[in-house]
Structure formats: structure tokens, C-alpha cells
């Protein structure tokens, strides 16, 4: 199928959308996608099984499908990839966790990061179970359901509003297990240039994509460096619904159109 892209244009991503004109045909309407393979940029949610119904009745589909997207969506790759990532346990386990703290809270797929001392680091199994009250009533994150992950310090060059840790942290962009476009992840940092990969990040990557890729087709992998210098993965995401942080559009969308044909199992 030829490959389309269904933009759902915002402020922050207009500069995007004309990038990406560069590679694709873009479409603002999922009635023109007709034939196509189609990329939902930013468009995919929230309601998912529905576009991927109206997209079959148009004779398409999504490069991702929807038990593809609740993979990453509902933290399912945990337990596929449970040897690379922190420890982390749902509503129904923390209960029983054995670690004493501290923790990170969040969403199965977003977290309040921006509110990190209030909202999302928990020094104590007890602050862990008062933000994760606290998130159960937030519309976007309750509604998630609500994960608890071991704390992990990692490697930090600056902190920020409400003492959000601005890490050696980066995000790639992956087709199957091909490496589309990396870029730090930071992109609210004052310096975004202080952030190193290494040859075992890069390793890093490659062992979770052989697993990651068995289960969905465009995401992507968020990694990042700890205390001690090793690198860990803290998220895997749709790469539909995954802002750029510093990745190069022009690099994405170049190297996703030649993965799209070179792979050819669309």
C-alpha cells in the first residue's frame, strides 16, 4: 500500500507538518486515505479501534494496528522487556512490593512529569500510594490506570520547574528493529546539547527493538543513563502519538518512507 500520513495539526507541530509534506502525502481528513497505509501522526487518539475500522471500510490501515498500540498503551511490553526497564508494579501488586521506595508514579502512557516533586517522584511507599490517589482522579491518567515504578537515579545536567531532573536521557524513533532518527529527549532543557550516547546505549537499542518489533511497528524507545553509567529503557510509546523531543523531522520522515518500502511487509 502506498504509505499516507493523517496529520492532526497543532501549534507546536506545524513546522512538522511541512516536513513531512516533503516525504509523504499528508492528509488533515481520514477521508482521503483511501488504498493507503496510513501513519496517524498525533491523530490516532483517543479513539483508536474506531479510526481503524473507518480506515478498513476505506480499504486501509494503520501502520499500527490497535491490539499493536494497546501493547505499548497498556505497559503489556513490561513483561516482554521487564530485564531492561525498572521494576515496576500495577495497582493490584504495589501492594506487595518489596521495595521500600522511592518510586516514580504515572499513567500506563503518560505521566505528570512537569509536576515531578508533587505529582509523579514519590520518596516513600506511602507518597507513592497518596500520588497514586491523586492520579486516579486525573481525567487523562486515571482512566490509564496507574503504575509504580522503582526509582532509578540517572545521570542529570540540569534540574527544572518543580525539580523535574533533566537526564542523559535520548528518544529513537524505530520501524521494525530499524533505527529511524534519535535525538535527546530534553527538548524543555536550557542546554540541549549536554546529553552523550555510547556504543552501549546504542547496544541497548538493538536488543529491545528485536523484541519490541515482534510486537508493534512504529514506536519508539526511550532510554537513558544511570548514576553509574548504564543505560536502561524507561518507555516504550507509538511512534504515531510521540512528540519529536529533539529527533530531526527531516531525518524521521526521510528514513521512515525508505523503511516503509525497503521493509515492504505493509
Known sequence: MEPIILFRKGMESEGELEIARKYFRVTEHRTECCDHLVIPRYSALPYYRELEQDLKNLNCKP???????????DFDYYEDLKEFTPESWDEHEFPYANHAGP?????????RKFEWNKLMFAPTKRDAVRIGADLCLD???????????????????????????????????????????????????????????????????????????????????????????????????DGSMSGLSENDPDTLYFELRKGIYGLGNF
Request: hydrophobic content about 40%; aromatic content about 14%.
Open 139 to 237: 481525567g487523562l491518567l486515571g482512566p490509564q490506570g496507574v503504575i509504580y515504578r522503582k526509582y532509578i537515579p540517572l545521570r542529570t545536567y540540569e534540574i527544572g520547574i518543580n525539580g523535574l531532573p533533566f537526564t542523559n536521557e535520548w528518544r529513537f524513533f524505530m520501524l521494525g528493529q530499524r533505527t529511524l532518527s534519535h535525538g535527546y529527549y530534553w527538548s524543555t532543557a536550557d542546554d540541549v546539547t549536554l546529553g552523550q550516547l555510547d556504543a552501549n546505549a546504542l547496544d541497548l537499542v538493538e536488543k529491545v527493538a528485536v523484541i519490541a518489533s515482534q510486537n508493534i511497528n512504529f514506536y519508539v524507545l526511550d532510554i537513558a543513563q544511570t548514576e553509574e553509567g548504564n543505560w536502561i529503557l524507561i518507555e516504550v510509546n
Open 103 to 111: 518510586f516514580v508514579v504515572k499513567g500506563r502512557t503518560n505521566s
Open 63 to 73: 501502520i499500527n494496528s490497535y491490539e499493536q498500540h494497546r501493547w505499548v498503551a
